[in-house]
């Protein structure tokens, strides 16, 4: 029993659905892994810093200076006084305080940078 030609074309057209279908699947896992392993490149240098910058400043340098930062009414979380530890820099009211020594200074913009 051999195929109409109608019949013919529909199950051509029917394969070509099936095998799209297992291409657009097949892509759109690629594009997960991608995406995936993109994002983790992406952190991997940011947790390696943090890392770092947690094994660089001792735990009684963050607490002197959160100490200093709440005696100016400064309140900040452990993660933004490791970073001031590091060097950042604080804006508050206008004015410009920088860790110098282990001392809270108020600077002017100028010499803060």
Do not use: H
Request: hydrophobic residues 40%; proline residues 2%; aromatic residues 8%.
């Amino acid at each position: 029993m051999s195929l109409t030609p109608e019949d013919a074309e529909k199950r051509w057209r029917e394969q070509l659905q099936r095998e799209a279908k297992w291409r657009a699947e097949n892509y759109a896992a690629a594009v997960a892994v991608y995406m995936k392993k993109k994002a983790d490149a992406y952190l991997q240098p940011l947790k390696q810093r943090d890392t770092e910058l947690e094994d660089i400043i001792a735990e009684e340098a963050i607490v002197n200076i959160g100490d200093q930062l709440r005696t100016c009414r400064i309140f900040v979380s452990d993660k933004m006084m490791r970073s001031i530890a590091g060097g950042a820099r604080i804006r508050n009211g206008g004015k410009v305080y920088v860790i110098r020594n282990g001392i809270l200074r108020q600077t002017t913009v100028d010499d803060a940078w």
